[in-house]
């Protein structure tokens, strides 16, 4: 059941995958990349880690796509006219046979291919991941953590100077 | 009974299908009622009958209109992106269903030795006798109506014409800067019940004989949340999005037939939706006096106040002006943004004595 339902799944993710990067008009892109988004999303479930997926599609599919949906609508791309493309095509599919190779290697031999560590599947289910995720992340990774507050605050600062012509 | 299908037993499946019709149903049927109820309520505040020909009382209205846009003709503009024209109604709608999902409207009830706890997405363990249900249910409805955003935005884009451009940028700069107040006071919620499951915060609120609710605890929270929803919602008086006067019709200008159906079907099930979860964070969800003891006094008391809220929010509609895009922006940021922040630092404080 729940292989099937993973191979359903990854169906659409691919499905949705190829036609961000054919669809003509930049908006269908955007559309399919949610879609996408939302597909990675269901992955976190189906490992047990609800919190991400939450996050998942709260912040890539809700908040930075729809700024990127907004930048494609306010600077209204059209659909672009079709170019020859075949050398763009060759160079691609070679690019992407390499970082699949790449990608198989790390995952299956590479250092995250058996994790180790206190974190078991049996401590995350008993203890609760959203509860494992915040006390990490203000006990042992406290200073990454405001470090990289400071620095959204910093980018928030810089674009309202850049918008406002007088301060 | 013994039947088990992929190590679940049979009762499960049906009890799953069971809730979510159940859901599904009381839904659509409130949606539909509640554009009856809105047109009967401020006419009558306003001194007039409302609807009165159709049915008794006018009460077949709504099945009338469902017929009569049914039955209109369906018109797509011309220079309109038509992919995202016909999808826009359907994205709008989808969120404001589902997120219904996660929100109990009832204790546990037992059916032929079968323990179901009423909400859509939980079950019990037989095992350990305790109700599973998806412990970021809140995270899960911010998302979703994170989502819900797409379809106006969409809406207004596709339909290629002024109005429904200036509609569509104006709706989602509204909800984007709600949502986050609306999330800052729920977090003073979860700082007192430390779960972000609903099920759980609702629990969390049955003492003191069922009224031990949030509100009492965090009633400025409760007020920031119910403002901030009824603005991510577009519902008057923070309207703008569609402010008639100004903007046609905004977003749904261009939108005929059942597609401008389903957008005003979206905007009442996402009224719905937010009165749910509000009662669900502050007004204790289905707990009330003997709830516990009498299960099925939940769905009574769940109902009750659901629909307490939904005519709060057609009070408003009947009391309220309409605000100006500037308030409304400054509202937003600038004092319930603040006003977030703060109670959770004093949440925070009150939290940090009691220990």
């Given amino acids: 059941m729940e292989t099937l339902f993973f191979l359903i799944i990854s169906l659409v993710a691919i499905v949705s995958a190829i036609l961000v990067v054919t669809c003509r008009n930049p908006i269908n892109s955007a559309l399919s990349l949610i879609l996408t988004f939302f597909c990675l999303a269901t992955y976190y479930v189906m490992l047990d880690a609800p919190f991400m997926a939450a996050v998942q599609v709260m912040v890539y599919a809700g908040a930075i796509m729809v700024l990127i949906v907004f930048t494609i609508m306010l600077l209204n791309i059209r659909v672009n006219a079709s170019k020859s493309q075949s050398h763009k095509i060759v160079l691609g599919t070679i690019i992407g046979f390499f970082t699949l190779i790449n990608t198989a290697v790390i995952v299956f031999k590479g250092r995250v291919a058996i994790p180790s560590g206190p974190l078991t599947g049996e401590i995350i289910k008993q203890q609760g991941h959203t509860e494992l995720i915040g006390r990490e992340m203000f006990t042992t990774f406290l200073l990454p953590f ?22 | 009974m013994d039947i088990v299908i992929l190590g679940l037993p049979m009762m499960y499946y049906i009890a799953m299908v069971a809730k979510v019709l159940v859901a599904f149903v009381f839904v659509l049927l409130t949606v539909a009622y509640s554009t009856y109820a809105e047109r009967k309520i401020i006419g009558h505040m306003q001194v007039r009958l409302g609807p009165m020909r159709t049915g008794w009382h006018g009460l077949l209205q709504p099945i009338a209109d469902g017929v009569k846009l049914f039955f209109k ?18 994205i709008a709608l989808v969120p404001a269903f589902i997120t219904f999902a996660v929100i109990p409207f009832g204790g546990v009830i037992e059916v032929a030795g079968y323990k179901i706890p009423l909400q859509v ?28 955003v797409y379809g106006i935005v969409l809406a207004g884009w596709a339909s290629n014409s002024k109005y429904s451009l200036l509609g569509g940028l104006r709706a989602s700069a509204q909800m984007i800067s709600y949502e986050l107040s609306a999330g800052l006071a729920i977090v003073s919620v979860f ?31 409760f007020i920031m949340f119910f403002i901030c929803s009824i603005a991510e919602i577009n519902r ?37 939706t937010v009165c749910a979860i509000t009662t ?5 969800g289905w707990n009330g006096p003997m709830a516990t003891t009498i299960p ?25 002006p309409r605000y100006r895009y500037d308030q409304l922006m400054h509202i937003g940021w600038k004092v319930f943004i603040p006003l977030g922040l703060l109670n959770i630092v004093a949440t925070g404080i009150w939290n940090f004595i009691l220990q």
């Fill in chain 1, 146 to 167: 405001e470090i990289t507050s400071i620095l959204l605050l910093v980018a928030i600062i810089g674009a309202v100077i850049l918008a406002k012509k007088k301060i």
């Fill in chain 2, 73 to 90: 003709e369906e018109i797509v503009p011309a220079q309109a992106s038509t992919f995202a024209f016909l999808i826009a109604p359907i």
């Fill in chain 2, 121 to 148: 997405a939980s079950y019990v363990d037989v095992a350990s006798g305790k109700v599973y249900d998806i412990n970021v249910g809140v995270l899960y409805i911010l998302a979703m109506s994170s989502i819900g």
């Fill in chain 2, 191 to 221: 700082m007192l019940s430390g779960t972000l499951s609903m099920n759980e915060i609702v629990n969390l609120q049955s003492g003191v004989g069922g009224f031990d609710w949030y509100i009492f605890k965090q009633p400025l929270a």
């Fill in chain 2, 236 to 272: 008057t008086p923070f309207d703008l999005p569609e402010a008639e006067t100004e903007l046609v019709s905004g977003f749904c200008t261009e939108y005929s037939s059942m597609k401008y159906a389903m957008f005003f079907m979206a905007e009442y099930a996402n009224m719905i």
């Fill in chain 2, 280 to 284: 669900t964070l502050f007004l204790g």
């Fill in chain 2, 296 to 320: 099925l006094l939940g769905p009574v008391y769940f109902v009750a106040k659901v629909y307490f809220l939904i005519f709060f929010c057609m009070w408003l509609r009947a009391t309220v």
